[in-house]
């Protein structure tokens, strides 16, 4: 399976809520912010549990306050729909934790 074209990414991309950055049509990233170190551990925890889930797992930089994830299809060298998938879940976990 070839990566996403520039036009797939993109309409992809405008689905996701803000933050997410598509870095040279290979990528996604977003840093996501915390009152402290023990929320951004538990929200990495959190994807954690999603990445196993969907057996697919981003690159994960936890310091204090704040977490920022890297992803993308290893096999492929770039995005695929999955990568969108896995984006949305992340956001979806992080918006649950902030209503706790």
């Known amino acids: 399976m070839p990566p ?3 036009d797939e990414i993109q309409s992809l991309l405008s689905r ?5 950055d598509a870095v040279n049509q290979h990528h996604l ?5 915390f009152r402290n170190f023990r929320q951004a551990l538990a929200f990495t925890n959190e994807v954690g ?3 196993d889930e969907q ?3 981003p690159d994960i930089h ?3 306050g704040r977490v920022a994830l890297e992803i993308w299809t290893h096999k492929i060298g770039g ?3 999955s990568d969108f998938i ?3 879940k992340c956001d979806l976990g992080y918006a649950a934790m902030k209503n706790t």
Do not use: D, N
């Open 4 to 6: 996403l074209g520039s």
């Open 16 to 20: 996701l809520p803000g933050g997410w």
């Open 29 to 33: 990233t977003k840093t996501f912010a």
């Open 49 to 51: 549990k999603i990445a």
């Open 55 to 57: 057996r697919h797992h």
């Open 62 to 64: 936890l310091s204090w």
């Open 79 to 81: 995005l695929t729909e």
């Open 86 to 88: 896995l984006a949305a």
